[in-house]
């Protein structure tokens, strides 16, 4: 089974809005990582988050970790529709492997 | 910027026949991976390379071999193409784990099978 799990599956906002997702993992980790996929194309990493940080903001984006719920939250602030893709926590299972949840869909819209 | 590349964006091809999905990287990685996307599941690991003619099996090798000559080029093969093995492959390259763990993946564009 997957290590990491987004929720929710599919959000849809307005431009403008700010977007949420959610993600929980099992087991301990060094680090969490976030990637945008825009449709039909690669995943494109976006933010790394290391087990001993709580937050962490790139332009837009603010990714928060608590490591004793296990979980992490991404923020997308001020939506533009570029910003439509599915987003993907990635969680590690050893050094080399990461695990990958099935992604949470967001929609802006104009 | 890390590029990978790989060597069709659509591929369709016929049940039985063998196929050749290849991957290049320019950032000297030492490990590259293969992923399969299917919807609803996420991305599952077929097969990774941590250095040439170094291979390891993932969560679902069965019916894919891998090849790595060549540091930059890791290609996936699938011996007997079918219909279950039309999916979304994706190629991923990154450094070694550092002390604070995993590294970050860099993909290529991905390459949609069709096999019929």
């Known amino acids: 089974s997957q290590q990491g799990e987004e929720d929710p599956q599919a959000l849809s906002i307005q431009e403008g809005e700010n977007a949420t997702m959610n993600c929980s993992y099992k087991t301990s980790i060094n680090n969490l990582q976030w990637y945008r996929q825009n449709s039909g194309r690669g995943l494109v990493h976006l933010i790394l988050?290391?087990?001993?940080?709580r937050e962490k903001h790139s332009g837009r984006l603010r990714v928060t970790l608590d490591t004793s719920k296990k979980s992490s939250s991404l923020l997308i602030t001020a939506s533009r529709a570029a910003d439509t893709a599915s987003y993907f926590c990635a969680t590690e299972i050893n050094d080399y492997k990461l695990s990958f949840g099935a992604g949470t869909t967001v929609t802006v819209r104009a | 910027d890390v590029k990978v590349t790989q060597s069709s964006r659509y591929l369709v091809k016929r049940t039985g026949e063998k196929v050749f999905l290849e991957c290049v990287q320019d950032?000297?990685?030492?490990?590259m991976f293969w992923y399969r996307q299917d919807p609803g599941l996420g991305l599952r690991l077929i097969y990774f390379s941590y250095d040439v003619k170094m291979k390891e099996k993932g969560d679902i090798p069965e019916g894919y071999s891998v090849s790595r000559e060549k540091k930059e080029r890791f290609s996936l093969i699938l011996e007997s193409a079918s219909t279950n093995q039309t999916s979304m492959y994706l190629c991923?390259?990154?450094?070694?784990?550092?002390?604070?763990?995993?590294?970050?993946?860099?993909f290529g564009p991905g390459t949609r099978l069709l096999v019929l």
């Open positions: 950032m000297d990685h030492e490990n």
């Open positions: 988050i290391r087990s001993n940080e």
């Open positions: 991923a390259s990154t450094l070694p784990a550092g002390l604070a763990g995993a590294e970050t993946q860099y």
